[in-house]
């Protein structure tokens, strides 16, 4: 046989190199429409995403059915709209604790423990609660042993009742016809129509406080972190037993708390 007759033999690490391409491609374009969704005020459709990334119908379908399968998103039960899945919201919140804790945004934080002398924490909405991405206990005897990563409710603790307030006000309708609005202790806010009035309380003055709403004998105030031209999505928060400070004299500390969250906004 005459070495003209010989089929090319293809090399393994071409072979390698072509699947490689393929494969950051389709994950290129996975992360495209990731960021598409998260990135739209309202969820998009299917038809959206293939329009706004110029992409094959049958690739959009291929793709978000991978995503949805692996809980990275998921459709919206009535308008089949895609929304974040519960898998990439604990990445981004997972992502977003351990930043916290590095470098001077965490620093921030225990300065403020330091100069209050309480407990202090980060908070975003997940899921109908508060999740704490970052917090720091404060130096005494008696303090409250959350860890970053915890979960409280939105309607009785003063950085919930905040993030709930500064809510766009369809979203922040949903939540309260959907959320429970559990007792905890007599002094928990249990009446939607009150809860109304006390958010739009916390948007007019700017700070949200917690009278032993959540827990008996400890109390707390949060305000907004500033977020640009748009509606803030953290607030900064201290909390406090009751022993040691009342509601209202956590206001004293108000100012030095808005600095802080002031301050907190260069490392978001």
């Not at 309480?118 to 042993?145: F, H, K, M, Q």
Request: include cysteine; hydrophobic fraction near 40%; aromatic fraction near 4%.
């Amino acid at each position: 046989m005459s070495s003209d007759s010989l089929e090319p033999i293809d090399q393994p690490a071409d072979v390698s190199t072509e699947s490689a391409t393929d494969g950051a491609g389709a994950l290129s374009k996975a992360l495209d429409v990731l960021e598409l969704v998260m990135g739209s005020v309202y969820p998009p459709s299917a038809a959206a995403i293939t329009d706004a990334l110029n992409l094959p119908r049958p690739t959009t379908n291929r793709i978000i059915g991978n995503l949805v399968r692996l809980d990275f998103l998921k459709r919206d039960a009535r308008q089949r709209q895609l929304i974040e899945g519960d898998r990439l919201l604990k990445l981004a919140l997972d992502v977003v604790a351990r930043a916290t804790q590095r470098g001077p945004r965490h620093d921030i934080l225990r300065e403020l423990s330091d100069r209050t002398g309480e407990t202090c924490n980060v908070g975003v909405i997940t899921g109908g609660r508060v999740r704490y991405v970052d917090r720091v206990e404060a130096r005494w005897p008696l303090s409250l042993r959350l860890e970053p990563g915890s979960e409280i409710p939105l309607h009785c603790t003063a950085i919930g009742k905040l993030l709930l307030a500064y809510l766009p006000p369809v979203h922040r309708e949903k939540y309260l016809m959907t959320i429970e609005l559990a007792r905890h202790t007599e002094h928990t806010m249990t009446d939607v129509d009150a809860l109304r009035i006390a958010l739009d309380q916390i948007v007019e003055e700017g700070v949200s406080l917690d009278d032993e709403e959540y827990l008996p004998g400890v109390v707390g105030m949060a305000v907004p972190i500033p977020n640009g031209d748009n509606p803030p999505i953290m607030g900064l928060a201290i909390a406090a037993p009751r022993a040691r400070a009342s509601a209202a004299e956590l206001r004293d500390s108000l100012p030095l708390l808005r600095d802080f969250a002031q301050r907190m906004t260069l490392c978001y």
